[in-house]
Nanobody
Framework: QVQLVESGGALVQAGGSLRLSCVAA????????MGWYRQVPGKQRELVAR???????NYADPVKDRFTISRDGAKKTVYLQMNSLKSEDTAVYYC??????????????WGQGTQVTVSS
Protein backbone atom coordinates (compact mmCIF):
# COMPACT_ATOMS: atom_id res chain seq x y z
CA GLN A 1 0.00 0.00 0.00
CA VAL A 2 2.87 2.38 0.81
CA GLN A 3 6.31 2.06 -0.72
CA LEU A 4 9.38 3.95 0.41
CA VAL A 5 12.39 4.51 -1.81
CA GLU A 6 15.57 5.78 -0.19
CA SER A 7 18.63 7.25 -1.82
CA GLY A 8 21.79 9.10 -0.95
CA GLY A 9 23.82 6.59 1.01
CA ALA A 10 27.51 6.52 0.15
CA LEU A 11 31.08 6.25 1.37
CA VAL A 12 32.33 9.56 2.73
CA GLN A 13 35.32 10.76 4.70
CA ALA A 14 34.99 11.87 8.29
CA GLY A 15 33.95 15.51 8.47
CA GLY A 16 32.05 15.28 5.21
CA SER A 17 28.37 15.60 4.44
CA LEU A 18 25.62 13.51 2.89
CA ARG A 19 21.97 14.04 2.17
CA LEU A 20 19.55 11.14 2.33
CA SER A 21 16.17 11.24 0.63
CA CYS A 22 13.10 9.05 0.98
CA VAL A 23 10.06 9.23 -1.26
CA ALA A 24 6.76 7.70 -0.23
CA ALA A 25 4.37 6.39 -2.86
CA UNK A 26 1.17 4.38 -2.97
CA UNK A 27 -2.40 4.73 -1.80
CA UNK A 28 -1.59 7.29 0.87
CA UNK A 29 -4.37 9.21 2.56
CA UNK A 30 -2.27 11.03 5.11
CA UNK A 31 1.35 11.01 6.25
CA UNK A 32 1.49 11.56 10.00
CA UNK A 33 5.22 11.46 10.64
CA MET A 34 8.44 10.69 8.82
CA GLY A 35 11.77 9.72 10.23
CA TRP A 36 15.13 8.09 9.90
CA TYR A 37 16.53 5.21 11.91
CA ARG A 38 19.89 3.49 11.71
CA GLN A 39 21.25 0.10 12.53
CA VAL A 40 24.68 -1.48 12.81
CA PRO A 41 25.27 -5.24 12.92
CA GLY A 42 24.54 -6.73 16.30
CA LYS A 43 22.66 -3.71 17.60
CA GLN A 44 19.06 -2.63 17.68
CA ARG A 45 17.70 -0.17 15.18
CA GLU A 46 17.72 3.31 16.73
CA LEU A 47 15.96 6.56 16.02
CA VAL A 48 18.08 9.22 14.36
CA ALA A 49 15.51 11.94 13.69
CA ARG A 50 11.78 12.34 13.28
CA UNK A 51 9.47 15.04 11.98
CA UNK A 52 5.72 15.09 12.50
CA UNK A 53 2.95 16.50 10.35
CA UNK A 54 3.19 19.84 12.13
CA UNK A 55 6.91 20.15 11.48
CA UNK A 56 8.07 19.40 15.00
CA UNK A 57 11.34 17.53 15.09
CA ASN A 58 13.30 15.42 17.50
CA TYR A 59 16.82 14.09 17.25
CA ALA A 60 18.94 11.49 18.93
CA ASP A 61 21.54 13.11 21.15
CA PRO A 62 24.57 11.88 19.12
CA VAL A 63 23.37 13.71 15.99
CA LYS A 64 22.00 16.93 17.43
CA ASP A 65 23.55 20.03 15.85
CA ARG A 66 24.99 17.91 13.02
CA PHE A 67 21.94 16.39 11.30
CA THR A 68 18.82 18.15 10.04
CA ILE A 69 15.58 16.46 9.08
CA SER A 70 13.09 18.13 6.76
CA ARG A 71 10.12 17.15 4.67
CA ASP A 72 8.35 18.23 1.51
CA GLY A 73 4.69 17.39 1.94
CA ALA A 74 3.78 17.93 -1.68
CA LYS A 75 6.49 15.51 -2.81
CA LYS A 76 5.88 13.09 0.08
CA THR A 77 9.61 13.19 0.68
CA VAL A 78 11.74 13.33 3.80
CA TYR A 79 15.37 14.39 3.84
CA LEU A 80 18.21 13.94 6.26
CA GLN A 81 21.08 16.36 5.88
CA MET A 82 24.11 14.93 7.66
CA ASN A 83 27.08 17.20 8.33
CA SER A 84 30.33 16.70 10.22
CA LEU A 85 30.03 12.97 9.78
CA LYS A 86 31.91 10.69 12.16
CA SER A 87 32.97 7.08 11.86
CA GLU A 88 30.36 6.17 14.47
CA ASP A 89 27.65 7.36 12.07
CA THR A 90 28.42 4.36 9.87
CA ALA A 91 25.24 2.29 9.62
CA VAL A 92 22.38 1.27 7.40
CA TYR A 93 19.87 4.11 7.47
CA TYR A 94 16.18 3.29 7.21
CA CYS A 95 13.36 5.60 6.31
CA UNK A 96 10.22 5.26 8.41
CA UNK A 97 6.82 6.69 7.63
CA UNK A 98 3.72 6.63 9.78
CA UNK A 99 0.88 6.89 7.32
CA UNK A 100 -2.76 6.14 6.77
CA UNK A 101 -3.42 4.38 3.50
CA UNK A 102 -6.77 3.66 1.86
CA UNK A 103 -8.47 0.90 3.82
CA UNK A 104 -5.88 0.91 6.61
CA UNK A 105 -5.35 2.58 9.94
CA UNK A 106 -2.15 4.42 10.86
CA UNK A 107 0.72 2.07 10.05
CA UNK A 108 4.49 2.15 10.23
CA UNK A 109 6.23 1.59 6.92
CA TRP A 110 9.94 0.99 6.35
CA GLY A 111 12.30 1.53 3.48
CA GLN A 112 14.83 -1.03 2.33
CA GLY A 113 17.77 0.81 3.90
CA THR A 114 20.71 2.72 2.49
CA GLN A 115 24.30 2.24 3.57
CA VAL A 116 26.27 5.15 4.97
CA THR A 117 29.95 4.49 5.56
CA VAL A 118 32.21 7.12 7.11
CA SER A 119 35.92 6.50 6.80
CA SER A 120 38.26 7.98 9.37
Amino acid sequence: QVQLVESGGALVQAGGSLRLSCVAAGSIVRINAMGWYRQVPGKQRELVARIDSGGSTNYADPVKDRFTISRDGAKKTVYLQMNSLKSEDTAVYYCNVEATAWGSSNTNYWGQGTQVTVSS
